[in-house]
């Protein structure tokens, strides 16, 4: 599994693309907000959990496609999935990897970021929390997305689709986590239930991306 | 030990061969000729596992499958990509391998810098690298030059020696003293499928 994790990093440090891609479009987007909204900070802090939020998602989408594609391409799935390691395995370290090469440092620069929507200071850690804990899950959810387009020829097209409604969920909780947080409210509950996602997640998503790999190699 | 007996193979869902039945024992190696769409790669694909049989039996020792793509990641070095092969099947990478597919000298090149022929010896170097007793090649000599296909033949008997065994593709001549099985009339009639699924 370690093999499987550290090769997936290095290529996406070392191949652009992944990493760097959806960081720069998470920073364009929440740069962008204020210049589009104008320059009431009012209302814009109100919404600006949100508007992270969904610039995070949109920014794990962005490197979502790649995930398995890749390699399908270059012909090395069919080595990788009749190898001792269960494709179950290896489907949650690749998970592993593209969270840390995007979800990880998407948190990390969510709050420091949150300035530009006027975020207060109090908001931050909250913030940075509901994503460290709820971007796992978009990994995860992704990676099964990932693998059921593995089949088509321009499958990336249809994986925000096929991913609007699976993601709302981890949305939802996550944007009002932060946002209960931010206004002093208790936020245990949304907390708790965006962990439970992750969880879930954790558990379940290895083993359906395992399978549609498997039917789709077939 | 690889053996078969009345295996049918699909491809797509609709079956492309029937009535397979042969045996390779540990140190035998078996050549699959037929002419183009056959089903020789969806043999070598059910024969791996990435496929159940559509009919019959098989039973086949672990296997390591090359496709016609060379399945090396361009941004890695050879030897990344050996490593990585070698680490997953939980092996050293045993570095005589290098060597005998000729790529020491490209050791630190980012694989997608190689050439063609280059890069089909690192995609055999890489089911070497596995350790696998059954090798499932895929037309392994295309592309290849003559010094190339000389190495991988000298690999390939000695890894036969050590009682490996392997399923080969290949419209060529082989050096290799190997009986060769036909495909062309074990070929599924595709309306008599469709008849029986009437």
Redesign the interface.
């Known amino acids: 599994m370690r093999a499987v994790l550290l090769r997936d990093l290095r290529l996406s440090l070392r191949q652009g693309g992944g990493f760097g891609l959806s960081l720069a479009f998470f920073l364009l987007v929440v740069a962008l907000v204020p210049f589009g909204a104008g320059p009431d900070l009012g209302p814009l802090a109100a919404v600006a959990p949100g508007i992270l939020w969904v610039a995070a998602i949109l920014a794990t989408l962005l490197s979502l496609d790649r995930l398995w594609a890749l390699d399908m391409e270059d012909g090395s799935l069919p080595l990788l999935a009749t190898a001792p390691l269960p494709l179950e395995s290896a489907a949650l370290a690749k998970a592993a990897a593209h969270w840390l090469a995007t979800g990880l440092p998407l948190a990390l620069a969510a709050a420091p970021l949150g300035l530009l929507l006027g975020l207060p200071p109090a908001a931050m850690a909250p913030l940075a929390l509901s994503l460290l804990l709820g971007t796992p899950a978009l990994s995860l959810i992704g990676a099964f997305a990932a693998a059921l387009v593995l089949g088509l020829r321009r499958g990336g097209p249809l994986l925000p689709l096929l991913l609007l409604p699976l993601y709302l969920p981890t949305l939802l909780l996550g944007a009002e986590a932060a946002r209960r947080a931010a206004e002093g409210e208790p936020a245990l509950a949304p907390f708790a239930l965006l962990a439970a996602v992750t969880l879930l997640s954790a558990a379940a998503m290895p083993f359906a991306a395992a399978w549609a790999v498997r039917v789709n190699l077939r | 030990m690889l053996a078969a007996r009345g295996l049918a193979v699909a491809r797509g869902g609709r079956p492309v061969l029937e009535g397979l039945s042969f045996a390779v024992p540990p140190g035998g190696a078996l050549v699959l000729r037929g002419p183009n769409g056959v089903g020789k790669t969806s043999l070598l ?1 059910t024969l ?5 049989p559509w009919a019959g039996t098989l039973q086949a020792p ?15 070095t050879v030897q ?1 990509n050996l490593l ?2 070698a ?4 092996r050293p990478l045993d570095p005589s391998l290098l060597d005998a597919f000729a790529l020491a000298p490209l050791r630190d090149r980012p694989a997608g810098t190689l050439s063609a022929g280059q890069g089909r010896r690192l ?1 055999l170097a ?2 070497a690298a ?1 350790g696998r007793p059954l090798l499932l090649l895929d037309e392994p000599l295309a592309a290849l030059d003559r010094a190339s296909a000389d190495r991988l033949l000298l690999w390939l008997r000695a890894h036969l020696a050590g009682g490996g065994l392997a399923v080969l593709a290949v419209h060529g001549d082989l050096a290799l003293d190997a009986p060769a099985l036909d495909l062309a009339p074990h070929a599924a009639d595709p309306l008599g499928a469709e008849a029986a699924f009437l």
């Open positions: 694909r791996a596992g990435l496929a159940p672990d296997a390591a499958y090359a496709g016609h793509l060379d399945g090396a990641k361009p941004a890695l990344e990585f092969w680490r997953l099947h939980g995609a890489r089911l596995t």
